[in-house]
Every structure is written in structure tokens, then in C-alpha cells.
Nanobody, 127 residues
Framework: VQLQASGGGLVQPGGSLRLSCVVS????????IGWFRQAPGKERVFVSFISGNGGRTRYTDSVKGRFTISRDNAKNTVYLHMNSLEPEDTAVYYC?????????????????????WGQGTQVTVSS
């Protein structure tokens, strides 16, 4: 079971990026996916969530209206579309996976419920 995150980079404020998380080693629609981020010197925090079938999505308040999570299970890939980026969005972004269960769907914002993690991709928003 592996997750590979990519798509990070340096972007100016107001710009956009699309992060990808490719999952392998399991049937992706059985797994819920969360995106988390960790800024320097800070804790890893929840950003967004999508259920295994894509029917449920969640966002932290600071990214609502700017970020959109989606998935293409045929490609075993989850995307995080990030628009109107702000310097405060600068962080390493991680995708994580856990089996689609009632518990996962209710505690999706909690990092320690996710068993599988990708390696992270750096997003830097700066002029």
C-alpha cells in the first residue's frame, strides 16, 4: 500500500496549484483520503477529505471556497485543486488513506486515524 503525492511548487499569491495523490496496492474506492499540511514549526493539520466513492467531501474553514478535492478511482488518483493561494497556505502537504468506515467518515479531520501516508509535497506561496 503506497501513496505518492506530487504537484507542489512555488507560486505567487493568488495563484493556483493542483496536487495529486496516486494510490497503489489496494482498491482505491475502498479508502477514504485526507489531505493534511504542516507548516514549519507547526503541527500537521487537516485540510480536506473525500470519501471512497467521492460522495462526501469536507474542508477546513480556511480553505473553503478556494480548494476543491476530487478523485478519479479509475486512475487511482485523488486531487486537491488549490486556487487563490495565500502565503498562509505554505506548508508540506500530505495525503493519507484509511478504510472507508463510519468511524473514518466521522473523524476524518483527525490525523491519527489514517494508517497510510504519502511522502509529502512542498507548497510555497510567495511573491
Amino acid at each position: 500500500v503506497q501513496l505518492q503525492a506530487s504537484g507542489g511548487g512555488l507560486v505567487q499569491p493568488g495563484g493556483s496549484l493542483r496536487l495529486s495523490c496516486v494510490v497503489s496496492g489496494f482498491t482505491s474506492d475502498y479508502f477514504d483520503i485526507g489531505w493534511f499540511r504542516q507548516a514549519p514549526g507547526k503541527e500537521r493539520v487537516f485540510v480536506s477529505f473525500i470519501s471512497g466513492n467521492g460522495g462526501r467531501t469536507r474542508y477546513t474553514d480556511s480553505v473553503k471556497g478556494r480548494f476543491t478535492i476530487s478523485r478519479d478511482n479509475a486512475k487511482n488518483t485523488v486531487y486537491l485543486h488549490m486556487n487563490s493561494l495565500e502565503p498562509e497556505d505554505t506548508a508540506v502537504y500530505y495525503c493519507a488513506a484509511e478504510l472507508d468506515t463510519i468511524d473514518t467518515r466521522s473523524r476524518y479531520y483527525t490525523s491519527n486515524i489514517y494508517e497510510y501516508w504519502g511522502q509529502g509535497t512542498q507548497v510555497t506561496v510567495s511573491s
